[in-house]
């Protein structure tokens, strides 16, 4: 909403402008009036809508052409979204005041002061305008025939009032009127040409009402109607007024009322009849709780709350958060499979502007055989949203109505920031869910499997073909009795240099292909570079174990490479054989993320290391024997 309102007063000499200021200010007509009233400030809390007013005097034999101009003409205009920008010295409305017994002053309005305030702006970027009759104490009748050809005429006439300087009839409620074309600009919402809301002002509302259609019918029942109205208003409607409500919706729509509720039709239409009533602050009341500015854009304040997340925090998605979004699902989730379908969930972020989840989401999460984000899935993407990109995530649960529906004051209760990782180390403990383990190695190594693997999923048998690629794989697993997200990031060593930022993650994995004899190589160039002066531990991984095993060109093996850093020995997997032992990988690497200070060091001595090679060689041995045997069969 507008900081302040300014009102410029225009109109033919002696038809009373300083007059109407001054009854105003006074409370009472002045006995002697001066040519032109300086600019007069009314104080927020004595106006109707709680707002500073400026109020400007216009003198024709005092003041130039010029002078009038720069009052007049707005510096900036952006007519694509109605975002009317004023600098301190202009006016926001312009009251064109006319003697109520003197036609000539009304024929001025149409040939000279409306082209004036209105002659070179197009349409939908006008600067809106009330009619003032004053004198209305001299005239028996009402001027308002005459009037209503010209409010036909221009489209950026909000109203007009008919008052008296002299016995004060009006004066507070033209005040108002001005305000209120300031504060509830018909404008945006409405054409009066085409007698109907513009699409912007559609699109608000249509978003509104899916949200505050909470169980996804399509129809507003009288409990939804009363849960908005009481978000929007602070009261519910009485059971008269609702049926009242609904009776003129019917009564006027072949649509609107649907099973005693109100369909998207029939909310349209009510709020195009509080418009054309001149009853637009009420749709401004709705759209400005769900978030809007007067452009009809979501605001800044509105998408983007503030939240502070410190160097060595991280973010997650609290139980509030979590609690949310499942009952989200559950109203998408129209077939009760636990899975949203490709139309479920564009259905689910229709009050969105754009998808927030591109097909990459499919390679990130676990889903059905059919392709379906699982409810787990779904859930843990969520979790990965709040992880990487904070902002993005609060911007969506802003588009979803998080605060209205929650009855919260913005996203940021959906949210937990961690404390440093830091501080985590020094205490030997976390209050984490979320870990960020990098999978690292040479290209061709196994890493997309890797991934792939840990959501459930054979890479080699896609579930979705389009599919675009996705460097995340996100899922749970359970670390001492707790369930914990972690997320697997792929990086190629041959793609990218690493640097610090790039290395940093709560785990390394550090993976390389027992069929390639350079490849162990990479792996121990990025742990003596990276990790080996670092707090932040490392597993490593040898893939594709199915396969036959070749000598790795480094100067020592891997088991003995493991050894003399004092890092568990390499743990053996394969993409066809994911087996408990394969998935305990999984395991490991949440272990050590949520672990960081012991770092294998309950591991050290030279026996526990033997036994772990020994038992590995003989896990790599058996899943090559199975590979064999399985071939065999086929």
């Known amino acids: 909403m507008k900081q302040d309102v300014r009102i410029l007063l225009l109109?033919?000499?002696?038809?009373?402008?300083?007059?109407?200021?001054?009854?105003?200010v006074g409370e009472e007509f002045p006995e002697e009036v001066p040519s032109r009233a300086e600019e007069i400030t009314i104080p927020a809390d004595v106006t109707p809508e709680k707002v500073p007013t400026h109020i400007v005097d216009y003198s024709e034999k005092e003041q130039s052409d010029k002078v009038l101009k720069d009052e007049i003409i707005k510096v900036e205009r952006r007519m694509s979204d109605f975002d009317m920008k004023f600098s301190s010295s202009q006016a926001n409305v312009v009251c064109v005041v006319y003697d109520v017994t003197n036609e000539d002053t009304i024929d001025k309005i149409r040939t000279k002061w409306i082209p004036l305030v209105n002659g070179d702006a197009e349409k939908g970027n006008k600067i809106p305008i009330i009619l003032v009759g004053n004198k209305s104490d001299l005239r028996c009748g009402s001027s308002m025939e005459t009037i209503l050809p010209i409010m036909n005429q221009f489209s950026e006439i909000e109203t007009c009032v008919e008052c008296s300087a002299k016995n004060l009839k009006n004066i507070s409620e033209l005040f108002y009127y001005a305000q209120k074309a300031v504060l509830h600009p018909t404008a945006p919402l409405y054409d009066p040409e085409d007698k109907q809301l513009k699409p912007l002002c559609v699109r608000a509302l249509s978003r509104i009402f899916y949200i505050s259609d909470q169980d996804n019918d399509r129809i507003l029942s009288d409990t939804e109607l009363n849960r908005f109205q009481k978000s929007c208003f602070g009261n519910p409607l009485a059971p008269q007024a609702l049926e009242d409500v609904k009776t003129v919706v019917w009564k006027n729509t072949s649509d609107g009322v649907q099973d005693n509720g109100l369909t998207l039709n029939g909310f349209l239409f009510l709020n195009t009849l509080f418009i054309q009533r001149g009853r637009h602050e009420t749709t401004w009341t709705i759209l400005r709780k769900f978030g809007y500015h007067?452009?009809?854009?979501?605001?800044?304040?509105?998408?983007?709350?503030?939240l502070r997340v410190p160097v060595g925090s991280t973010t997650e998605l609290n139980q509030q958060g979590h609690q949310f979004l499942q009952q989200l699902f559950d109203k998408y989730d129209e077939d009760k499979d636990s899975a949203l379908s490709p139309s479920e969930l564009r259905n689910l972020f229709c009050v969105c502007p754009y998808m927030p989840w591109g097909a990459e989401v499919?390679?990130?999460v676990a889903t059905t055989d059919d392709g379906y984000i699982t409810n787990h899935g779904y859930l843990c993407q969520w979790t990965l949203s709040a992880y990487l990109d904070i902002h993005r995530c609060l911007e969506h649960l802003g588009y979803l109505g998080y605060p209205i529906l929650t009855e919260q004051q913005s996203q940021t209760s959906a949210i937990t920031v961690t404390r440093d990782r830091e501080v985590d180390l020094e205490k030997c403990q976390t209050q984490r869910s979320v870990f960020l383990c990098k999978v690292i190695g040479p290209r061709g190594t196994g890493k997309t499997a890797f991934l792939q693997a840990f959501v459930g999923r054979n890479v080699e048998k896609t579930v979705n073909p389009s599919s675009a690629f996705s460097p995340y794989a996100i899922n749970t697993v359970q670390v001492s009795k707790q369930e914990k997200y972690?997320?697997?990031?792929?990086?190629?060593?041959?793609?990218?240099?690493?640097?610090?930022?790039?290395?940093?993650?709560?785990v390394a994995c550090l993976m390389y292909d027992t069929g390639d004899p350079h490849s162990f190589d990479y792996c121990a160039s990025i742990y003596k570079q990276h990790y080996m002066e670092s707090n932040i531990p490392c597993v490593l991984v040898a893939s594709k174990v199915d396969l036959s095993e070749v000598k790795q060109l480094h100067g020592m093996t891997p088991a003995e490479f493991c050894y003399k850093h004092r890092l568990p020995p390499p743990l053996p997997f394969s993409s066809l054989f994911l087996d408990s032992s394969s998935k305990s990988i999984y395991t490991r690497l949440a272990w050590a993320a949520m672990y960081p200070h012991l770092n294998g060091s309950d591991m050290s001595n030279t026996s526990f290391w033997l036994r772990v090679a020994l038992g590995s060689a003989v896990v790599a041995v058996l899943g090559f024997a199975i590979y064999r045997a399985a071939v065999r069969l086929k």
Do not use: H, Q, R
């Open 11 to 24: 109109g033919e000499p002696k038809v009373g402008k300083t007059s109407l200021i001054m009854s105003l």
């Open 486 to 506: 972690l997320i697997l990031k792929e990086v190629d060593v041959e793609a990218e240099f690493l640097k610090a930022s790039d290395a940093s993650c709560d």
């Open 294 to 306: 007067d452009n009809l854009e979501l605001t800044d304040d509105y998408l983007y709350p503030e």
């Open 362 to 364: 499919y390679m990130t």
